[in-house]
T-cell receptor, first 109, second 113 residues
Framework: DAKTTQPTSMDCAEGRAANLPCNHS???????VYWYRQIHSQGPQYIIHGLKNNETNEMASLIITEDRKSSTLILPHATLRDTAVYYC??????????WGAGTKLIIKP | EAGVAQSPRYKIIEKRQSVAFWCNPI?????LYWYQQILGQGPKLLIQ????????DSQLPKDRFSAERLKGVDSTLKIQPAKLEDSAVYLC???????????FGPGTRLTVT
């Protein structure tokens, strides 16, 4: 079973920040949270991952709550090319990624 | 840097036939994964290799699926015989090692009729 829960779908206006929430109340203290996205008909693409601290890279920012029960992925200036399914993923003790169904993000012009 | 290569991109077979998929990971990546992704779902790990050894194949239906990674580089995944429920996209991914970010190929879309 997936260790994370996400909304099924979300919309965001082009040029605005897209904030994708994820609940992961059952992950343990040493398990990372990963975000991948999958554009239609392509393989998944790594975005970012984190443990306790907030993280930022050239693609996105990851905000993790202090209790680690939830996190938010932020795409600061969404473009039409960011339309994809976004997966918030937990891992098991063998570093295996536990995938759920993800959030379908639609960026609207 | 070349990405993960997979072939074929599409395959249509009848049930009870056999099929094989090929994956060439990114050069230098020790860990290779095969995933099955059914429409509308997230990927499900079938098997993980570390170099040419199997790390995890707990979700591989071993009565019909097999995989190998000879010489720790390319890998093949075989289904024999195929069932209707095997219709899915089969994704190959590689990473430098376990716990590192995974790089995915474009996948092979299998349709079993």
């Amino acid at each position: 079973d997936a260790k994370t829960t996400q909304p099924t779908s979300m919309d965001c206006a082009e040029g605005r920040a897209a904030n994708l929430p994820c609940n992961h109340s059952t992950i343990s203290g040493n398990e990372y949270v990963y975000w991948y996205r999958q554009i239609h008909s392509q393989g998944p693409q790594y975005i970012i991952h984190g443990l306790k601290n907030n993280e930022t890279n050239e693609m996105a920012s990851l905000i993790i709550t202090e209790d680690r029960k939830s996190s938010t992925l932020i795409l600061p200036h969404a473009t039409l090319r960011d339309t994809a399914v976004y997966y918030c993923i937990g891992e098991d003790s063998n570093y295996q990624l536990i995938w759920g169904a993800g959030t379908k993000l639609i960026i609207k012009p | 840097e070349a990405g993960v290569a997979q072939s074929p991109r599409y395959k249509i077979i009848e049930k009870r036939q056999s099929v094989a998929f090929w994956c060439n990971p990114i050069s230098g990546h020790a860990t290779l994964y095969w995933y099955q992704q059914i429409l509308g779902q997230g990927p499900k790990l079938l098997i993980q290799f570390q170099n040419n050894g199997v790390v995890d194949d707990s979700q591989l239906p071993k009565d019909r699926f097999s995989a190998e990674r000879l010489k720790g580089v390319d890998s093949t995944l075989k289904i024999q015989p195929a069932k209707l429920e095997d219709s899915a996209v089969y994704l190959c991914a590689s990473s430098l090692s376990r716990s590192y970010e995974q790089y995915f190929g474009p996948g092979t879309r299998l349709t079993v009729t």
